[in-house]
């Protein structure tokens, strides 16, 4: 047995920054299981952009390590892993697709006619009057983490904060072991709150 295994989170990452595998070992088998949830919201997109699922975990578990290593209390242990791993996902995914990206744009013209409709109005962002989609752009993701933190209670801001990274009530509900109904209920306190903050 681990002589680590009974210590809390805090502890074992203060070992983990003294280089302490087994520490490393025993936060990996606790919240491994986010990486699966992760892997499997790209599955799909990996399928489109031919990478294989190797690439994938492996991008997962420096996301991983690097939330070990960068953790700094500002949220639970397991949303800033989520979160880690979730952008290196992103990562790849992005650079996988911004080739094809760039020949679908040279190649068509937004006017252009697909099923009866225009390009342009097919890619339009249909969530354009939603503040919570309009503020958690690239940047202004930050102003509005900031502002979530005046108004959010400490439960609210780690559903929040997986809220704005596109993740559904179930994968959240999984993520933070919580039933679905309490999620549920968490999401739409917060939406109330973060609309009152900005009105």
Do not use: W
């Not at 087994?22 to 491994?32: P, R, S, V």
């Not at 492996?58 to 960068?70: C, N, T």
Request: proline share 2%.
């Amino acid at each position: 047995m681990n002589p680590y295994q009974d210590y809390p989170d805090n502890e074992l990452l203060a070992l983990i920054q003294e280089e302490s595998e087994e520490a490393k070992d025993i936060l990996y088998e606790k919240y491994k299981y986010i990486i699966g949830i992760i892997i499997k919201k790209y599955t799909m997109a990996a399928k489109k952009y031919k990478i294989e699922y190797s690439d994938l975990y492996q991008e997962a578990l420096l996301g991983f390590s690097d939330a070990l290593y960068r953790f700094n209390d500002t949220s639970s242990l397991k949303t800033f892993i989520t979160l880690c791993v979730d952008r290196r996902l992103q990562v790849i995914i992005r650079k996988a697709s911004s080739y094809k990206n760039k020949v679908i744009n040279e190649s068509l013209s937004l006017e252009h006619i697909y099923n009866n409709q225009a390009l342009k109005d097919i890619i339009s962002d249909d969530n354009k009057n939603d503040p919570l989609t309009n503020l958690a752009s690239e940047e202004n993701k930050d102003k509005l983490l900031k502002k979530a933190n005046s108004v959010l209670s400490a439960s609210e801001l780690e559903v929040f904060y997986l809220m704005i990274e596109d993740y559904s009530v179930k994968e959240i509900a999984e993520i933070l072991k919580k039933n679905v109904k309490q999620i549920d209920n968490a999401m739409q306190r917060i939406k109330h709150k973060i609309k009152k903050l900005l009105n």
